[in-house]
């Protein structure tokens, strides 16, 4: 499946990529995450535990992030395996667009699974992966103009709030 | 009242079905049982970088995790396909090799990777869950089509371009030069849409190895334990024949897919070797979508040429063959042999050339499944002569009528000759039984309910009675397809018919005793048939392709041939009188014309205490026989569907489904309208409701009875079942066979009713309500622009 969507949030470019970057954000606005560690450059690991239809499985899974445009762009991949349940993975394009001291932030998510998840819930991954996108950046949106970014982005250097919630959206875990 | 040959006798085996007291292999408990959990590759398409299980081994409750190289290392031999199909060059088949635990790469989701045995269901499932298997993602590719563009991902190293073979059959020049000079020219696209074969019994499987005798014990879900026997011997070297006994006990259905020997068979033989535990898996029903062999998807492209009577001049087909990531045991065949032998259809065509590419895929192997080609080419057929119809504008019956095989036996360009039938009478009997002639007032009563009616034919031909041993010999498969049977009366006079046939739903039991009635003039009571264990019985080749009548039944016959001519030398012999004058009769042996008799349990005795016998007569009763056809048997038919379809939803409604049948003589008329309704419905699933969908990754996304809609009672009309046979002069039955007819019968006639009430032939299977929607949306715009 493939989502695109943008979201406008009202804080600087700079926070917003800040908090994106940012695994303790992450782990907050991921739906079900019960962990997340690493940091950017090594990548993070992640457990999420999700329901998708009839299967409930506890993702482990790694992020990572790649064609970094210093406050402007990242991709941001993950895979994550859900044991019986089988796997998540997908990609998501983020770009950071400043607009009037906000910041115009548009997703391009590629997520795809397979086992169990694709046999028995793929009627409705794409409406599940949909609601997650939503779940986290409402999050996002509130941690960010709540102005906790920086609070929270000095307890880690790990990249990955975006990252999170791809990993916990496609299942990926620690 | 009797209950020989025609006789709608209650069946036998009913008691212990509707009581619960079957008993089915998840039903063997051995001492000392373990269960067994299978690690499937989530991925299509992968490389095994590496298999931790290092984590399950530990688990409470697990006996082992073993992998394929253990496997490997142990000698046990890769699965094989046992029919050779030769392609246009001469080439042999291009077969990948197929490990029964995946080696280094996987090949579909859900091929096996390792086998969990533990003390529990539960414990090795979740034991299975702990092993950690490191896969790299290959590309995939999941129909014919896309696997045989150039650059297609390839899935065996020994297959390039995944082309399995390149096969063809028929008159290539000769039917290109007559649809060249044709004055019409019919084009049609087909495909045939994959299915699950859904027994309602999983497969199951339960292996036992005795280390003190080194003998195995096999109970499995198969259609023809002989042959597994045979295969997991010979090919598997899981153990030598005579020390493994396969027994296939109560089988709920089967529809082909249990004729195959499955990875799982052979793991849990050799894990129960390997723990000396005896190892039980049964399948779910997720895992049932993901291994058993499934059916059909075919990808066609046909042409048709008339001249101007509207005679066929010419057919030329080319078919894709989908045959997944491995060849199964039959697989090659299903798309040639049990296939384009019958793209004559019912029509006296001078010329056919029909060439097929098998392919592999990285979707689950496909194999025979109810009907096994025959409902492939009846829908190639029948979807023409609809179309062609249309397309001359003349009646669609009259089409077909014009252009019948009337004088037998007739040789088709494609191999087959067939020996009877009469394809006018079936025809002329289903026409009058769905009040033809009446349909254009009934159309018009429904458009004024706002209702597209619409009305289709299928005149099916099949061949069964498989088969002719040194015939299909010759056409490459590995086994003879005779059968064998014993009869043994026993010192009281009561029988056992000891049969190579395997009953799994087709009622054997019943039937087969009605055949010993009929000869012996016994009550069915008296009669015991036994079947499916390597033990008790000699030999045999199974149950599959409508056969167990026609070869099953025959080599019965053959066997109380010998029986008959023993019992009238004792009787004649005690009676003293001639041979010639001893009939058998109400239950004794007598001599014609007087008094005298001896009653059935009386000549059982004479032979078996042989105190008084012919001089130099062996004791005892008991016969058997081997039975090898001298030809296929061609059941035959007309299937009229007439369907309503709501406009406004695409809601297709049958309002009556017609079929007129020739399957030979008829055992038991109750049995066989059983079979033409089982038949029907898978027929009418598979036109209406049921597909197996992949997405592009090589996922399955219809692996359950959430999203593979199987037909139900509420899908179903009231049918109007008929005969209107002609005895087959190939087996001393005069049987044809019945079991597959109607799945293969009913498809085309369903399409080409809804395709006649929307008005548009462009519609695939399964028609489903949106489908069919889309194809009237189709119309509109067509109109709209004109």
Not at chain 2, 89 to 114: F, I, Q
Not at chain 2, 455 to 466: P, T, V, W
Request: glycine residues 10%; hydrophobic residues 40%; contains cysteine.
């Amino acid at each position: 499946m493939k989502l695109e969507e943008e979201r406008l949030i009202d804080a600087p470019t700079n926070e917003v990529w800040n908090a994106i970057l940012d695994a303790a954000v992450l782990k907050d606005c991921v739906p079900g995450c019960t962990e997340m560690t690493g940091s950017l450059d090594d990548g993070l690991t992640a457990v999420v535990t999700q329901r998708v239809g009839p299967v409930k499985a506890t993702f482990k899974g790694n992020v990572t992030f790649s064609d970094v445009v210093q406050g402007q762009s990242v991709k941001i991949t993950g895979e994550g395996q859900g044991g019986v349940a089988g796997f998540a993975k997908g990609g998501a394009d983020v770009v950071l667009v400043p607009q009037d001291g906000k910041t115009l932030l548009k997703y391009t998510v590629d997520a795809s699974v397979g086992g169990k998840l694709a046999q028995l819930g793929s009627r409705i991954i794409d409406s599940f992966a949909s609601k997650m996108a939503n779940q986290f950046f409402e999050k996002f949106q509130t941690i960010v103009e709540g102005g906790d970014v920086n609070d929270t982005a000095s307890k880690a250097s790990a990249k990955g709030g975006f990252l999170a919630w791809l990993m916990r959206l496609f299942g990926r875990k620690a | 009242m009797s209950e020989g040959i025609g006789a709608r006798v209650l069946r036998k085996e009913d008691k212990r079905f509707l009581l619960g007291k079957g008993r089915y292999t998840d039903d063997i408990v051995e001492p000392n049982q373990a269960y067994a959990a299978f690690v499937r590759s989530p991925h299509a398409h992968a490389t095994i970088k590496s298999i931790d299980s290092a984590a399950a081994s530990a688990m409470e409750g697990v006996e082992g995790v073993l992998t394929g190289p253990e496997l490997v290392a142990d000698g046990i031999g890769n699965i094989i396909c046992g029919w050779g199909v030769t392609s246009k060059d001469g080439t042999p088949m291009n077969m990948g090799a197929w490990s029964a635990l995946a080696t280094e790469k996987v090949r579909y989701v859900g091929d096996a990777v390792a086998i969990v045995v533990a003390d529990s269901p539960a414990a090795a499932k979740l034991a299975a869950e702990a092993v950690v298997v490191d896969y790299d993602v290959l590309p995939v590719v999941v129909n014919s089509v896309d696997a045989l563009e150039a650059g297609a991902p390839e899935i065996h190293e020994n297959a390039p371009g995944n082309l399995i073979f390149d096969w063809e059959i028929g008159n290539q020049e000769p039917t290109e030069a007559a649809l060249a000079s044709a004055e019409h020219i019919v084009e049609l696209d087909i495909v045939n849409n994959r299915l699950a074969p859904n027994p309602m019994e999983p497969r199951a499987a339960i292996a036992t190895f005795n280390e003190a005798e080194d003998h195995y014990t096999l109970y499995t879900t198969s259609q023809n334990p002989h042959v597994a026997r045979l295969v997991l011997s010979a090919f598997y070297n899981v153990a030598p024949e005579h020390k493994l006994r396969v027994i296939a006990p109560d089988v709920g259905g089967g529809f082909g897919s249990k004729i195959y020997i499955y990875p799982e068979e052979i793991a849990c033989l050799w894990a129960s070797m390997k723990t000396n535990r005896s190892v039980k898996w049964t399948s779910d029903r997720t895992e049932a979508f993901l291994t058993d062999a499934h059916g059909r998807d075919h990808v066609t492209t046909a042409k048709m040429g008339f001249d101007k009577n509207h005679k066929i001049v010419g057919l030329r087909v080319n078919t894709k063959a989908n045959l997944g990531a491995y060849m199964s045991l039959f697989s090659s065949a299903t798309p040639t042999y049990l296939y384009a032998t019958l793209l004559s259809g019912q029509y006296n065509i001078e010329n056919v050339y029909a060439d097929v590419q098998g392919v592999y895929t990285n979707t689950v192997p496909v194999d025979a499944y109810r009907g096994a080609g025959r409902p492939e080419a009846s829908y190639v057929m029948e979807r023409m002569m609809e179309t062609a119809a249309r397309q001359l504008g003349v009646d669609p019956a009259e089409l077909r009528a014009k252009n019948f095989v009337k004088e037998f036996p007739h040789q088709t360009p494609v191999i087959m000759a067939y020996d009877s039938g009469d394809f006018k009478a079936n025809q002329d009997q289903a026409m009058k039984a769905a009040d033809y002639k009446g349909f254009e007032k009934r159309r018009k009563e429904a458009a004024k309910r706002g209702k597209l009616r619409g009305i289709g034919f299928s005149n099916y031909i099949e061949a069964c009675g498989i088969a002719p041993s040194a015939a299909v010999g010759s056409l490459g498969a590995g086994v003879g397809l005779w059968e064998s049977a014993e009869v043994r009366v026993n010192p009281v006079g009561t029988i056992e018919i000891l049969t190579g046939s395997h009953s799994h739903g087709q009622g054997h039991e019943t039937t087969f005793a009605q055949l010993v009635s009929e000869r012996l003039d016994l009550p069915t009571d008296n009669i015991q048939i036994v079947h499916g264990d390597t033990d008790k019985v000699q030999f045999g080749m199974g149950t599959y392709g409508s056969r167990s009548g026609a070869v099953g039944m025959s080599a019965i016959s053959k066997a109380l041939d010998k029986v008959e001519a023993k019992v009238k030398k004792i009787g004649a012999h005690v009676l003293e009188a001639s041979e010639d004058d001893i009939v058998i009769e109400g239950g004794a042996v007598k001599v014609k014309g007087t008094d005298k008799q001896m009653l059935w349990h009386e000549v059982g005795l004479a032979a078996y205490t042989a105190h008084n016998i012919p001089e130099g007569m062996e004791p005892g009763l008991k016969e058997s026989a081997f039975y090898d056809p001298s030809n296929f048997t061609f059941p035959a038919g007309c299937y009229i569907c007439e369907v309503e379809v709501d406009p406004e939803t695409g809601t297709t409604d049958i309002v009556q489904f017609v079929a007129s049948d020739d399957f030979g003589t008829i055992i038991n008329p109750m049995i066989v309208e059983g079979q033409v309704h089982g038949g029907l419905a898978q027929g009418i699933g598979q036109a209406m409701l049921e597909g197996v969908v992949y997405d592009d990754d090589g996922q399955q996304l219809s692996a359950s009875y959430m999203d593979y809609t199987m037909p139900r009672a509420d899908d179903l009309p009231m049918y109007k079942v008929m005969h209107q046979s002609t005895e087959c002069p190939g087996n001393p039955l005069g049987m044809k066979g019945c079991g597959e007819a109607g799945a293969i019968g009913s498809p085309p006639a369903v399409i080409n009713a809804i395709t006649d009430a929307i008005g548009n032939n462009n519609l695939a299977m399964p028609a489903t309500p949106s489908a069919v929607w889309a194809a009237l949306q189709e119309v509109s715009a067509k109109t709209a622009a004109e």
